[in-house]
């Protein structure tokens, strides 16, 4: 089983519409969770952390399942500018420290 | 202010060949990481500075990789011998202490081995 799964999509959705990805992590140790965005050819940035209650900015809702290792981001009314690659990031404590594993992210394409 | 920074934007090489490749991250900032991403992959975790506690190494793929943090700020990666499949986009990005605080990238030097 891979560290962090995402289904890579693409999702192609129309203006207005509800998305949803999801992210399951392997390693029940971990204890930081994050989604970032990545447009084309640009740097990830910061989406938002996730918290174990669950957390909401503006139209983005992150949750997370601790029991079920499953993370989640929903995306309500959806813009041409969200389109871009959503990352799911879990922190992974190894003998060496603490690294943070991405996932190979998903896609999403929102049109007109 | 000043985001984090890496040169050069891009490097061709040889194979056989060693490349470094530089980071100077975000004032203040004394977590420091090094990614690559390969095309249509995700980021691959190479290594972790913090402070000067010892490097988490971990994620570097093989011995012709390397890196050294300076005077707990810019950072510098060296691949030695450089082989095709070391070809992809390397991202630095730094962050206060603890993997839970945001980390913010540089915009990344693609390397492309011929």
């Known amino acids: 089983r891979k560290e962090v799964e995402q289904d890579p999509g693409p999702f192609n959705v129309p203006e207005g519409a509800t998305v949803a990805f999801n992210c399951t992590y392997s390693?029940?140790?971990?204890?930081?969770f994050f989604w970032y965005r990545q447009d084309c050819r640009k740097e990830p940035k910061l989406l938002m952390s996730?918290?174990?209650s669950g957390n909401e900015d503006g139209r983005f809702t992150a949750q997370l399942n601790r029991a079920s290792q499953y993370i989640s981001l929903l995306i309500r009314d959806s813009k041409l500018s969200d389109s871009a690659t959503y990352l799911c990031v879990v922190s992974h404590p190894n003998q060496a420290g603490t690294a943070l594993i991405f996932g190979k992210g998903t896609t999403l394409s929102v049109s007109s | 202010g000043a985001g984090v920074s890496q040169s050069p934007s891009n490097k061709v090489t040889e194979k056989g060949k060693d490349v470094e490749l530089r980071c100077d991250p975000i004032s203040g900032h004394t977590a420091l990481y090094w990614y690559r991403q390969s095309l249509g992959q995700g980021l691959e975790f190479l290594i972790y500075f913090q402070g000067n506690s010892a490097p988490d190494k971990s994620g570097l793929p093989s011995d012709r990789f390397s890196a050294e943090r300076t005077g707990g700020s810019v950072s510098t990666l060296t691949i030695q011998r450089t082989q095709q499949e070391d070809s992809a986009v390397y991202l630095c990005?730094?962050?206060?202490?603890?993997?839970?605080?945001?980390?913010?990238f540089g915009p990344g030097t693609r390397l492309t081995v011929l």
């Open positions: 390693n029940s140790a971990s204890q930081s």
């Open positions: 996730v918290y174990s």
């Open positions: 990005a730094s962050s206060l202490a603890g993997v839970w605080n945001e980390q913010f």
